[in-house]
């Protein structure tokens, strides 16, 4: 089967009782058992629920995985997939992950112990400096967010084998549908699927597909015991928004590719930063790991100020936090997403105070294009 096929006809659809062909929203706690533990396979909803089962089950198709799990949030997958390490493992991460994944790894994960190393992983060599004895994995973001930066998966996975490493690949920016990490050799990939997965800004959630039995094994024991599983309207939601994935992000690529154009042809824009442009440092990895280039694009209007200007004009960019949805979304990462990050560590990684990053949707271009040279002007 295909990607776009998968998505619509991939893991369990319908409903084989009645014929329905949308998976029901299984609204329910605990099952009828024939006898005292003998069950259906379902027992207790934390524990597996047929809706959220057959959205996991569909999400470990697209990503080429055996065994897929949905969580509340993604940060709550993350923090799961942190729980298979142990208190005085060590983790190398990429330097511009996710704010919420700094924080997470630098104000909570280190209080059990769990030890980092923050490194532009962009750089393999500067990979294979930062493992220690004690280093059981990678975590790596590509492209990452918001300056778009690659990571060459093909080489992490190797730097993985040959030091035994779990390879753990946040996914969000890419999506399945462009990028399948587990093919280059990842052993798990998440998402917050509360961005293109979802799709419309209609559900906050995350996915996480591993390619091993055992880590399966651990991993469903973790979420399990944690509990932070996502309940069975949402992971309709999601399975609603998978089938139509694969148009969205050709719609949302074609309309990057332009607004790129339009981008650098404006004399206020700066620095543009987007995987697909020949400039763009990393474009041949990204070429070569990943089938398209994703809807993100930031840009440097300078100051502040200006960027403060642009974000007030706009008609068609929702000012917001978030990205990957059908509508248009913008933002100033140093004052929104990125503001947990400390001012002189945004600067070295080059977070300026007037980039605007741009999550684009599928509106019709001419629109957005006559919107952001309004706005800018
Ligand atoms: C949003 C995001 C997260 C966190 O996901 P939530 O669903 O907001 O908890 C993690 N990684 C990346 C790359 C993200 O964009």
Do not use: C
């Amino acid at each position: 089967m295909k990607r776009k096929t998968k998505m619509v006809h991939g893991g369990i659809t319908g409903d084989e009782k009645t014929g329905a062909v949308s998976v029901p929203i299984y609204q329910v706690s605990t099952y009828k058992q024939e006898a005292a533990g003998k069950h259906t396979g379902y027992e207790y909803s934390r524990t597996g629920n047929p809706t959220r089962h057959a959205l996991e089950t569909v999400i470990a198709e697209l990503e080429n995985g055996k065994a897929g799990f949905a969580f509340g949030s993604g940060m709550a997958a993350i923090t799961s997939v942190m729980m298979l390490m142990n208190t005085g493992d060590h983790i190398v991460m990429t330097d511009d992950v996710y704010g919420g994944s700094y924080r997470l790894t630098t104000k909570v994960l280190n209080r059990f112990n769990l030890d980092h190393t923050f490194v532009d992983t962009s750089n393999p060599e500067k990979v294979k400096e930062a493992i220690k004895p004690n280093t059981k994995a990678l975590f790596i973001e590509t492209p990452t967010n918001p300056l778009l930066k690659i990571t060459d998966l093909k080489k992490m996975a190797d730097i993985a084998k040959e030091n035994d490493l779990l390879l753990i690949v946040d996914n969000t920016f890419a999506t399945p549908y462009w990028q399948q990490p587990i093919d280059l050799g990842a052993d798990i990939v998440i998402h917050s699927a509360t961005k293109y997965i979802g799709g419309h800004s209609d559900v906050v959630s995350g996915l996480v597909v591993v390619n091993d039995d055992k880590v399966a094994e651990d991993l469903h024991f973790i979420q399990n015991s944690v509990g932070g599983i996502l309940g069975p309207q949402d992971s309709w939601l999601l399975m609603r928004g998978i089938k139509t994935l694969g148009l969205r992000m050709e719609a949302i690529e074609k309309n990057t590719h332009e607004l790129v154009k339009f981008l650098e042809n404006h004399p206020q824009v700066s620095t543009i930063y987007y995987p697909g442009r020949l400039e763009h440092k990393g474009h041949d990895i990204a070429k070569t790991q990943a089938d398209g280039f994703g809807g993100m694009i930031s840009f440097d209007v300078g100051s502040a100020e200006k960027a403060d200007q642009v974000l007030s004009r706009v008609k068609y960019f929702t000012l917001a936090e978030s990205l990957g949805a059908v509508e248009s979304l913008i933002s100033i990462p140093a004052k929104m997403t990125h503001a947990s990050i400390p001012k002189e560590r945004r600067e070295e990684l080059g977070i300026t105070d007037g980039l605007i990053r741009v999550s684009v949707g599928i509106e019709d271009i001419e629109d957005l294009m006559e919107d952001l040279k309004q706005a800018m002007e």
